[in-house]
């Protein structure tokens, strides 16, 4: 007997729209990288340094059109492209309404390429999005890369923004050891505490990983078990004193039931309780409703298989298909851009 399930999407509360190339055939580095700052220095780090108007518009339009398709309704970006920022959160977003994707978004500025002029330029770019923007389904916020990259003027320049635009922060805290090493150089107590300190962490803001954060320290949080997993970083163990808990891919595919699988592994395997599990599951759509208000989205699935959503009143898929564009062109489209993007990307210095 079929059966029928009609019911909310799925939220995808922390990602990065521009790695949406990286399963079509990314190589892999050489050496291998031993710990997660080389997995930053030689993936992450080049492939954003090599993006360029065109592989961005081609990952954005593959990851959106992927997520819908997979059952996911929104998604909460944080982009970087070090050497295409002006515009690009314009590419996202062009993305995100064509297809009919809800989206908060942001460009995570970082002093890690040009130092203070790249963070200003990363910040402007949020401004001048958040500024501009009418698209019906995005809105903009303000974003670090993480604290370890930036100074604390540039963090004084975040928050300030935050202020100004009445908007929230999406920033990396503690996803690993580096993070938190780095902010006690420094001379603070942690890399939440140096936010914290520059008002760059208004109510509402989004704190992705937290890995290395203590019970104390938990009061909002972002959790990527997949990503966490595979970069080694560790289980963000204190979650369970977080108040407000949601799920978020951080790059991987927008298909959030494998989140849940991965978060059920993780959770059983560091002793957590189903009923942590579930309330970080449900803490998406919450999410999504606090940065949104009050949402209408619909997901209709026959044994497990998508057959209809809709965004608001927008239907976006019909019968398993994309409504507003030809899936199969979106992907050759994609695999094109990809070939090129490995090739720049080999030679990023």
Request: glycine share 8%; hydrophobic share 40%.
């Amino acid at each position: 007997m079929n059966r029928l399930v009609v019911g909310l999407p799925a939220s995808n509360c922390h990602t990065h729209i521009y790695s949406g190339l990286a399963p079509l055939g990314m190589p892999d580095p050489h050496p291998s990288p031993d710990n997660f700052l080389q997995i930053l220095e030689r993936i992450w780090w080049r492939l954003d340094r090599a993006l360029d108007e065109k592989s961005l518009r081609a990952s954005a339009r593959y990851y959106v059109a992927e997520s819908l398709l997979a059952g996911t309704s929104a998604l909460i970006d944080h982009h970087e492209s070090p050497s295409f920022i002006e515009g690009s959160l314009d590419i996202l977003a062009d993305a995100c309404e064509e297809l009919g994707m809800r989206a908060l978004i942001c460009y995570g500025a970082t002093e890690r390429n040009g130092g203070r002029s790249e963070a200003t330029r990363g910040l402007t770019e949020c401004r001048r999005f958040h500024q501009s923007n009418q698209r019906s389904l995005v809105r903009g916020a303000v974003a670090l890369h993480a604290s370890f990259t930036v100074s604390d003027d540039t963090i004084a320049e975040a928050g300030s923004l935050c202020r100004e635009l009445d908007t929230v922060m999406h920033v990396h805290v503690a996803e690993d050891l580096v993070d938190v090493h780095d902010a006690i150089e420094r001379g603070y107590d942690g890399p939440l505490e140096r936010l914290l300190e520059f008002g760059a962490l208004p109510a509402g803001s989004i704190v992705a990983h937290g890995v290395h954060l203590g019970a104390r320290q938990m009061r909002s949080a972002s959790d990527n078990p997949r990503s966490n997993r595979g970069n080694g970083v560790g289980y963000p163990s204190a979650l369970d004193s977080a108040r407000k808990i949601a799920l978020g891919t951080d790059g991987f595919p927008s298909r959030m039931s494998d989140e849940v699988v991965a978060l059920r592994e993780e959770a059983i395997a560091h002793g957590e309780s189903e009923h942590e599990v579930e309330r970080r599951i449900a803490g998406g759509s919450s999410l999504i409703r606090e940065l949104f208000g009050q949402i209408d989205d619909e997901v209709v699935q026959i044994d497990g298989r998508l057959v209809s959503m809709k965004v608001g009143t927008r239907p976006v898929v019909t019968d398993g298909r994309l409504v507003a564009a030809d899936i199969e062109e979106i992907r050759a489209r994609a695999s094109e851009a990809a070939a090129q993007l490995w090739k720049r990307m080999a030679v990023v210095p």
